[in-house]
């Protein structure tokens, strides 16, 4: 079983709508959680980081469910520019080595 | 301020030749990590430094890889021989790492990544 797990897509969304991603993980002794972007040919960017107690950023939203050991993204309104593959991440404590990446959920927005 | 800088961005190469690729990480930062992407595999880590020493390289995937960081400002990673396998985009990222408390804003240490090295064994 992979360590983060990701449905790959691909998500095609009209201009507007609203979007989830849903990403798993294996290891319960996570203690960190980020959502990262990537644009094609470009290099992943930090998008969010996702606390315990889900937190909002504009039209994103990231929850965490511990027991359940997922994690999302929620994008409201979604723009063209929301394009790209989302890439789900962890690590094994509240520092940043060791960041364990999911294959990415490809987003499409339609005009 | 300049970020995470990799060279070469593309390297065809024929396989058994020696392939080296370069890093310059943001000035400050004193972590290093050394990543691959392929569409099977996604975005595996490699190897990372701290203060120019090796901490992990548990992910370098057999003897022919090699990494070193003579200092603070530069990495390679190495390839030799090389095979059609190494095929990959390889990534490049630096961070600054403050705290370990829970408290802490995790995103006082991310990880930035460079552009990447597009490599293509044939």
């Known amino acids: 079983r992979k360590e983060v797990e990701q449905d790959p897509g691909p998500f095609n969304v009209p201009e507007g709508a609203t979007v989830a991603f849903n990403c798993t993980y294996s290891?319960?002794?996570?203690?960190?959680f980020f959502w990262y972007r990537q644009d094609c040919r470009k290099e992943p960017k930090l998008l969010m980081s996702?606390?315990?107690s889900g937190n909002e950023d504009g039209r994103f939203t990231a929850q965490l469910n511990r027991a359940s050991q997922y994690i999302s993204l929620l994008i409201r309104d979604s723009k063209l520019s929301d394009s790209a593959t989302y890439l789900c991440?962890?690590?094994?404590?509240?520092?940043?080595?060791?960041?364990?990446f999911g294959t990415g959920t490809r987003l499409t927005i339609i005009p | 301020d300049a970020g995470v800088i990799q060279s070469p961005r593309h390297e065809v190469t024929e396989m058994g030749q020696e392939v080296t690729l370069r890093c310059k990480p943001i000035?400050?930062?004193?972590?290093l990590f050394w990543y691959r992407q392929t569409m099977m595999r996604g975005l595996e880590l490699l190897i990372y430094?701290?203060?120019?020493?090796?901490?992990?390289d548990s992910g370098m995937p057999e003897d022919r890889f090699s990494a070193k960081m003579p200092n603070a400002s530069f990495s390679t990673l190495k390839i030799q021989p090389s095979e059609p396998r190494d095929s990959a985009v390889y990534f490049c990222?630096?961070?600054?790492?403050?705290?370990?408390?829970?408290?802490?804003?995790?995103?006082?240490?991310?990880?930035?990544f460079g552009p990447g090295t597009r490599l293509t064994v044939l």
């Open positions: 990222a630096s961070s600054t790492r403050l705290a370990r408390a829970p408290s802490s804003s995790p995103s006082q240490y991310t990880q930035y």
């Open positions: 290891n319960s002794a996570s203690q960190s």
């Open positions: 996702v606390y315990s």
């Open positions: 991440v962890v690590t094994p404590n509240f520092g940043n080595e060791k960041l364990t």
């Open positions: 000035s400050g930062h004193d972590y």
């Open positions: 430094f701290n203060n120019n020493v090796p901490i992990d």
